[in-house]
Protein backbone atom coordinates (compact mmCIF):
# COMPACT_ATOMS: atom_id res chain seq x y z
CA UNK A 1 0.00 0.00 0.00
CA UNK A 2 2.98 2.27 0.88
CA UNK A 3 4.61 1.96 -2.53
CA UNK A 4 0.93 3.11 -3.90
CA UNK A 5 1.12 5.74 -2.16
CA UNK A 6 4.87 6.75 -3.20
CA UNK A 7 4.02 5.82 -6.73
CA UNK A 8 0.34 7.73 -7.22
CA UNK A 9 2.91 11.11 -5.65
CA UNK A 10 5.74 10.78 -7.69
CA UNK A 11 2.29 10.69 -10.75
CA UNK A 12 1.35 13.92 -8.76
CA UNK A 13 2.55 17.30 -9.85
CA UNK A 14 2.05 19.84 -6.81
CA UNK A 15 0.07 18.83 -3.92
CA UNK A 16 -2.75 16.37 -4.01
CA UNK A 17 -5.47 16.52 -0.91
CA UNK A 18 -6.09 13.75 1.50
CA UNK A 19 -9.57 13.51 0.30
CA UNK A 20 -8.69 13.01 -3.33
CA UNK A 21 -5.87 10.19 -2.59
CA UNK A 22 -8.67 8.84 0.03
CA UNK A 23 -10.54 8.45 -2.72
CA UNK A 24 -8.56 7.46 -5.68
CA UNK A 25 -6.57 4.27 -3.27
CA UNK A 26 -9.80 3.47 -1.38
CA UNK A 27 -8.13 4.15 2.30
CA UNK A 28 -9.40 6.38 4.99
CA UNK A 29 -7.89 9.30 5.50
CA UNK A 30 -6.28 8.58 8.70
CA UNK A 31 -4.84 5.07 7.42
CA UNK A 32 -3.31 7.51 4.86
CA UNK A 33 -2.07 9.89 7.21
CA UNK A 34 -0.46 6.51 9.21
CA UNK A 35 1.16 5.29 5.99
CA UNK A 36 2.85 9.09 5.32
CA UNK A 37 4.46 8.80 8.89
CA UNK A 38 6.17 5.33 8.02
CA UNK A 39 7.06 6.99 4.91
CA UNK A 40 9.05 9.83 6.07
CA UNK A 41 10.89 7.24 8.85
CA UNK A 42 11.86 5.66 5.79
CA UNK A 43 13.43 8.75 4.43
CA UNK A 44 10.46 10.08 1.96
CA UNK A 45 10.30 13.64 2.69
CA UNK A 46 6.72 14.20 2.28
CA UNK A 47 5.55 18.20 2.88
CA UNK A 48 2.33 18.46 4.24
CA UNK A 49 -0.09 22.04 4.33
CA UNK A 50 -3.33 22.69 5.52
CA UNK A 51 -6.01 23.26 2.86
CA UNK A 52 -3.64 21.82 -0.18
CA UNK A 53 -2.64 18.52 0.97
CA UNK A 54 0.78 16.62 0.64
CA UNK A 55 3.89 16.99 -1.86
CA UNK A 56 6.73 14.38 -1.90
CA UNK A 57 9.67 16.38 -1.91
CA UNK A 58 12.08 14.19 -2.39
CA UNK A 59 13.10 10.10 -2.14
CA UNK A 60 15.86 8.60 0.27
CA UNK A 61 18.32 6.96 -1.60
CA UNK A 62 17.64 3.41 -0.25
CA UNK A 63 18.08 0.44 -2.79
CA UNK A 64 14.46 -0.54 -2.20
CA UNK A 65 12.63 -2.92 -5.10
CA UNK A 66 9.80 -0.11 -5.25
CA UNK A 67 12.63 2.55 -6.14
CA UNK A 68 15.12 0.93 -8.41
CA UNK A 69 11.43 -0.03 -10.51
CA UNK A 70 10.19 3.09 -9.92
CA UNK A 71 9.99 5.01 -13.45
CA UNK A 72 12.45 2.03 -14.67
CA UNK A 73 12.24 2.20 -18.50
CA UNK A 74 13.78 -1.29 -18.96
CA UNK A 75 12.28 -5.23 -20.50
CA UNK A 76 14.35 -7.57 -18.66
CA UNK A 77 16.93 -6.45 -16.19
CA UNK A 78 15.34 -4.94 -12.94
CA UNK A 79 12.04 -5.66 -14.29
CA UNK A 80 12.15 -8.14 -11.02
CA UNK A 81 14.10 -7.14 -8.16
CA UNK A 82 15.05 -8.72 -4.38
CA UNK A 83 16.23 -5.74 -2.01
CA UNK A 84 18.02 -6.60 1.24
CA UNK A 85 18.97 -4.33 4.13
CA UNK A 86 22.20 -7.07 4.60
CA UNK A 87 23.19 -10.07 2.94
CA UNK A 88 26.20 -12.81 3.57
CA UNK A 89 26.81 -12.61 0.12
CA UNK A 90 24.21 -11.47 -3.02
CA UNK A 91 25.77 -14.11 -4.95
CA UNK A 92 24.70 -17.02 -3.04
CA UNK A 93 21.06 -15.40 -2.90
CA UNK A 94 21.47 -15.12 -6.48
CA UNK A 95 22.08 -18.61 -7.25
CA UNK A 96 19.45 -19.45 -4.65
CA UNK A 97 16.70 -17.86 -6.74
CA UNK A 98 18.10 -18.60 -9.71
CA UNK A 99 18.03 -22.61 -8.98
CA UNK A 100 14.10 -21.68 -8.05
CA UNK A 101 13.96 -20.70 -11.72
CA UNK A 102 14.00 -16.69 -11.22
CA UNK A 103 13.35 -14.62 -14.34
CA UNK A 104 16.13 -13.90 -16.60
CA UNK A 105 17.25 -9.75 -15.37
CA UNK A 106 16.18 -10.70 -12.01
CA UNK A 107 18.82 -8.40 -9.21
CA UNK A 108 19.22 -8.98 -5.99
CA UNK A 109 21.19 -6.60 -4.46
CA UNK A 110 21.74 -5.18 -0.40
CA UNK A 111 22.59 -2.15 1.73
CA UNK A 112 25.37 -4.34 3.42
CA UNK A 113 26.95 -7.60 3.33
CA UNK A 114 28.83 -9.26 5.44
CA UNK A 115 30.46 -12.11 3.55
CA UNK A 116 30.92 -10.01 0.25
CA UNK A 117 33.11 -11.96 -2.29
CA UNK A 118 35.78 -10.86 -5.39
CA UNK A 119 37.66 -13.37 -7.17
CA UNK A 120 40.13 -15.12 -6.30
CA UNK A 121 39.44 -15.44 -3.00
CA UNK A 122 39.03 -11.99 -2.06
CA UNK A 123 36.63 -10.51 0.21
CA UNK A 124 34.58 -6.87 -1.09
CA UNK A 125 34.34 -4.70 1.77
CA UNK A 126 30.25 -3.49 1.60
CA UNK A 127 29.51 -0.76 4.45
CA UNK A 128 26.45 0.08 4.79
CA UNK A 129 24.32 2.48 2.59
CA UNK A 130 27.48 3.41 1.03
CA UNK A 131 27.81 1.30 -2.62
CA UNK A 132 25.92 -0.85 -4.89
CA UNK A 133 26.04 -4.59 -4.33
CA UNK A 134 24.17 -6.59 -6.78
CA UNK A 135 23.87 -9.88 -8.88
CA UNK A 136 21.80 -9.72 -11.72
CA UNK A 137 20.53 -13.84 -13.18
CA UNK A 138 21.17 -14.27 -16.88
CA UNK A 139 19.71 -16.76 -18.94
CA UNK A 140 21.79 -16.89 -22.08
CA UNK A 141 22.33 -18.73 -24.74
CA UNK A 142 25.30 -18.53 -25.03
CA UNK A 143 28.30 -21.60 -24.24
CA UNK A 144 30.79 -21.08 -20.85
CA UNK A 145 33.53 -20.17 -22.87
CA UNK A 146 31.72 -16.76 -23.96
CA UNK A 147 31.17 -15.65 -20.17
CA UNK A 148 34.29 -13.38 -20.44
CA UNK A 149 32.10 -11.72 -23.12
CA UNK A 150 29.30 -10.97 -20.17
CA UNK A 151 32.42 -9.62 -17.97
CA UNK A 152 33.21 -7.42 -20.35
CA UNK A 153 30.07 -6.61 -21.13
CA UNK A 154 28.85 -5.46 -17.66
CA UNK A 155 32.39 -3.39 -16.96
CA UNK A 156 30.94 -1.44 -20.35
CA UNK A 157 27.91 -1.03 -18.77
CA UNK A 158 28.86 0.22 -15.62
CA UNK A 159 31.75 2.88 -17.11
CA UNK A 160 29.03 4.03 -19.81
CA UNK A 161 26.75 4.21 -16.85
CA UNK A 162 29.56 6.40 -14.26
CA UNK A 163 29.78 8.63 -16.84
CA UNK A 164 26.26 9.45 -17.64
CA UNK A 165 25.37 10.00 -13.72
CA UNK A 166 28.58 11.65 -12.86
CA UNK A 167 30.51 12.75 -16.02
CA UNK A 168 33.48 10.94 -14.73
CA UNK A 169 35.14 8.25 -17.08
CA UNK A 170 35.65 5.16 -15.21
CA UNK A 171 38.31 2.89 -17.41
CA UNK A 172 38.19 -0.89 -17.71
CA UNK A 173 41.37 -2.91 -16.32
CA UNK A 174 40.97 -6.67 -17.98
CA UNK A 175 39.24 -8.82 -16.50
CA UNK A 176 36.97 -7.47 -14.06
CA UNK A 177 37.77 -3.88 -12.82
CA UNK A 178 36.65 -0.09 -13.35
CA UNK A 179 39.35 2.43 -12.49
CA UNK A 180 39.41 6.32 -11.54
CA UNK A 181 42.69 6.94 -12.15
CA UNK A 182 45.10 4.03 -10.61
CA UNK A 183 42.69 3.35 -7.97
CA UNK A 184 40.42 0.57 -7.86
CA UNK A 185 35.77 1.76 -8.09
CA UNK A 186 34.34 -1.25 -8.74
CA UNK A 187 34.55 -4.99 -9.60
CA UNK A 188 33.01 -7.97 -11.00
CA UNK A 189 31.84 -11.11 -10.45
CA UNK A 190 30.68 -13.69 -13.21
CA UNK A 191 29.76 -16.90 -11.81
CA UNK A 192 27.87 -19.70 -13.39
CA UNK A 193 26.12 -23.04 -12.85
CA UNK A 194 26.37 -25.23 -16.25
CA UNK A 195 25.13 -28.94 -17.07
CA UNK A 196 27.72 -30.93 -19.67
CA UNK A 197 27.85 -28.22 -22.68
CA UNK A 198 25.53 -25.20 -21.70
CA UNK A 199 24.57 -22.78 -19.17
CA UNK A 200 21.90 -23.18 -17.05
CA UNK A 201 22.16 -19.57 -15.84
CA UNK A 202 24.68 -16.58 -15.09
CA UNK A 203 25.18 -14.98 -11.64
CA UNK A 204 26.72 -11.29 -12.38
CA UNK A 205 27.67 -9.24 -9.42
CA UNK A 206 29.12 -6.02 -9.27
CA UNK A 207 30.13 -3.85 -6.43
CA UNK A 208 31.16 0.02 -6.64
CA UNK A 209 32.55 2.15 -4.22
CA UNK A 210 29.84 5.04 -4.19
CA UNK A 211 29.83 7.24 -1.59
CA UNK A 212 32.59 5.54 0.91
CA UNK A 213 35.11 7.64 2.48
CA UNK A 214 38.60 6.88 2.00
CA UNK A 215 38.49 5.00 5.80
CA UNK A 216 35.95 2.61 4.51
CA UNK A 217 37.80 1.42 1.93
CA UNK A 218 41.44 0.05 0.99
CA UNK A 219 44.13 2.40 0.35
CA UNK A 220 43.97 0.69 -3.46
CA UNK A 221 40.42 2.09 -3.87
CA UNK A 222 38.84 5.35 -4.26
CA UNK A 223 34.45 6.10 -4.25
CA UNK A 224 32.66 8.21 -6.86
CA UNK A 225 32.72 10.82 -4.00
CA UNK A 226 36.41 10.72 -2.73
CA UNK A 227 36.86 12.22 -7.00
CA UNK A 228 33.65 14.32 -7.03
CA UNK A 229 33.58 15.18 -3.24
CA UNK A 230 29.51 15.26 -3.98
CA UNK A 231 27.20 12.27 -2.73
CA UNK A 232 25.97 10.36 -5.75
CA UNK A 233 22.43 8.92 -5.76
CA UNK A 234 22.99 5.03 -6.17
CA UNK A 235 19.15 4.88 -6.95
CA UNK A 236 19.79 6.83 -10.54
CA UNK A 237 23.49 5.25 -10.98
CA UNK A 238 21.97 1.38 -10.87
CA UNK A 239 19.08 2.56 -12.66
CA UNK A 240 21.45 3.77 -15.21
CA UNK A 241 23.62 0.94 -15.14
CA UNK A 242 20.47 -1.42 -15.67
CA UNK A 243 19.32 0.46 -19.10
CA UNK A 244 23.02 0.05 -20.03
CA UNK A 245 23.27 -3.51 -19.35
CA UNK A 246 20.56 -4.38 -20.89
CA UNK A 247 21.53 -2.59 -24.72
CA UNK A 248 24.69 -4.04 -24.22
CA UNK A 249 23.60 -7.42 -23.51
CA UNK A 250 21.33 -7.10 -26.41
CA UNK A 251 24.13 -6.62 -28.85
CA UNK A 252 26.18 -9.77 -27.17
CA UNK A 253 23.31 -12.18 -27.94
CA UNK A 254 22.95 -10.82 -31.90
CA UNK A 255 26.40 -11.07 -32.28
CA UNK A 256 27.82 -8.33 -31.73
CA UNK A 257 30.87 -8.16 -29.33
CA UNK A 258 32.82 -6.29 -31.11
CA UNK A 259 31.24 -3.18 -30.21
CA UNK A 260 31.79 -3.99 -26.41
CA UNK A 261 35.40 -4.47 -27.38
CA UNK A 262 35.36 -1.70 -29.27
CA UNK A 263 34.61 0.80 -26.05
CA UNK A 264 37.00 -1.49 -24.20
CA UNK A 265 39.91 -0.45 -26.32
CA UNK A 266 38.59 3.02 -26.41
CA UNK A 267 38.29 2.81 -22.50
CA UNK A 268 41.01 0.40 -21.05
CA UNK A 269 43.30 0.72 -18.24
CA UNK A 270 45.56 -1.88 -19.41
CA UNK A 271 45.86 -1.74 -22.98
CA UNK A 272 49.22 -0.55 -24.22
CA UNK A 273 50.85 -1.35 -20.69
CA UNK A 274 53.39 -3.43 -19.65
CA UNK A 275 51.76 -5.88 -17.31
CA UNK A 276 51.96 -8.92 -15.08
CA UNK A 277 49.70 -11.62 -15.27
CA UNK A 278 49.48 -14.54 -12.84
CA UNK A 279 46.70 -17.59 -13.40
CA UNK A 280 46.98 -21.24 -12.38
CA UNK A 281 49.62 -21.45 -14.55
CA UNK A 282 52.32 -18.81 -12.99
CA UNK A 283 53.08 -15.15 -13.63
CA UNK A 284 54.06 -13.90 -16.72
CA UNK A 285 55.48 -10.08 -18.22
CA UNK A 286 55.04 -8.06 -21.24
CA UNK A 287 52.69 -5.59 -23.10
CA UNK A 288 49.13 -5.94 -22.56
CA UNK A 289 48.69 -5.25 -26.81
CA UNK A 290 45.02 -6.16 -27.46
CA UNK A 291 41.51 -7.85 -26.36
CA UNK A 292 40.25 -10.42 -28.59
CA UNK A 293 37.53 -11.50 -29.63
CA UNK A 294 36.87 -13.81 -26.56
CA UNK A 295 37.70 -11.34 -24.78
CA UNK A 296 40.96 -12.77 -24.04
CA UNK A 297 44.24 -10.78 -23.32
CA UNK A 298 46.59 -10.65 -25.93
CA UNK A 299 50.35 -9.93 -24.16
CA UNK A 300 53.76 -9.32 -25.88
CA UNK A 301 56.34 -11.28 -24.35
CA UNK A 302 59.78 -9.65 -24.43
CA UNK A 303 60.88 -12.32 -26.31
CA UNK A 304 58.66 -11.44 -29.13
CA UNK A 305 56.38 -14.19 -29.17
CA UNK A 306 52.17 -12.97 -28.33
CA UNK A 307 50.21 -15.17 -25.82
CA UNK A 308 46.59 -14.82 -25.16
CA UNK A 309 44.84 -15.28 -21.17
CA UNK A 310 42.04 -15.91 -20.85
CA UNK A 311 41.75 -15.30 -17.13
CA UNK A 312 44.14 -13.87 -14.71
CA UNK A 313 44.77 -11.24 -12.19
CA UNK A 314 46.63 -8.41 -14.21
CA UNK A 315 49.07 -6.01 -12.60
CA UNK A 316 49.84 -2.74 -14.53
CA UNK A 317 53.85 -2.41 -14.40
CA UNK A 318 54.25 0.79 -16.28
C1 LIG B 1 36.35 -8.39 -7.65
O1 LIG B 1 36.78 -7.24 -7.76
O2 LIG B 1 37.10 -9.33 -7.42
C2 LIG B 1 34.86 -8.63 -7.80
C3 LIG B 1 34.07 -8.00 -6.69
C4 LIG B 1 32.59 -8.28 -6.79
C5 LIG B 1 31.82 -7.75 -5.60
C6 LIG B 1 30.34 -7.90 -5.75
S1 LIG B 1 29.43 -7.02 -4.54
C7 LIG B 1 27.96 -7.77 -5.07
C8 LIG B 1 28.29 -9.22 -5.35
N1 LIG B 1 28.21 -9.99 -4.14
C9 LIG B 1 29.39 -10.45 -3.76
O3 LIG B 1 29.60 -11.16 -2.76
N2 LIG B 1 30.33 -10.10 -4.64
C10 LIG B 1 29.78 -9.29 -5.73
Not at 117 to 123: E, F, K, N, W
Not at 171 to 197: F, Q, S, V
Request: with cysteine; charged share 20%; net charge positive.
Amino acid sequence: MQQKIIQFLKQTDGYVSGEEMSQQLSMSRAAIWKHMQDLRSQGYEIMAVPHLGYQLVSNPDVLSSHEIKSGLKTKIFGQNVVSFDSLPSTMDEAFRLGMQGAPEGTVICAESQTKGRGRLGRSWTSPKGKGIYCSIILRPKLSPSQMSQLTLMTAVAVSEAVKKTTDLQATIKWPNDLMLGTKKLAGILTELRAEIDALTFVVIGFGINVNSTASQLLDTAISLKMETQKSVNRVELLQQILISMEKWYGKILKGHFDEVLEYCRQNSATLKKQVSITDAKGTLEGKAIDIDADGGLLIRLNNGKTVKKISGDALILK
